[in-house]
Nanobody, 122 residues
Framework: QVQLVESGGGSVQAGGSLRLSCAAS????????VAWFRQAPGKEREFVAG????????IYADSVKGRFTISRDNAKNTVFLQMNSLNPEDAAVYYC???????????????WGQGTQVTVSS
């Protein structure tokens, strides 16, 4: 069973950047695809970005394309989310999770971490 811990959240001004990390325990991390989701107060959890097992394939939500980049380092059991040009609409709790297939649907994922808060002020 993979356990995930997110970190790197914080408060930034609009236009700023943050780099989130998702650290995994367990030897099977590289056998999973990994995705980032986010959830703002009063809203449903939404897909942000996902990455294949090798890191060769990535998918993004339209709202973050060109601003966010997902990457992974399997040797360090870690997935990253580089977030640039942040705007107030990006404010949310960000979660990472793993799955067998690279899809943008939360119910396919498991091993959810506790999340990391991102706050963006205008």
């Amino acid at each position: 069973q993979v356990q995930l811990v997110e970190s790197g959240g914080g408060s930034v001004q609009a236009g700023g950047s943050l780099r989130l990390s998702c650290a995994a325990s367990g030897r099977t991390f590289s056998s999973y695809v990994v995705a980032w989701f986010r959830q703002a107060p009063g809203k449903e959890r939404e897909f942000v970005a996902g990455i294949s097992r090798s890191g060769s394939s990535t998918i993004y939500a339209d709202s973050v394309k060109g601003r966010f980049t997902i990457s992974r380092d399997n040797a360090k059991n870690t997935v990253f989310l580089q977030m640039n040009s942040l705007n107030p609409e990006d404010a949310a709790v960000y979660y990472c999770a793993v799955a067998e297939l690279l899809v943008a649907v939360a119910r396919w994922y498991k091993g959810w971490g506790q999340g990391t808060q991102v706050t963006v002020s205008s």
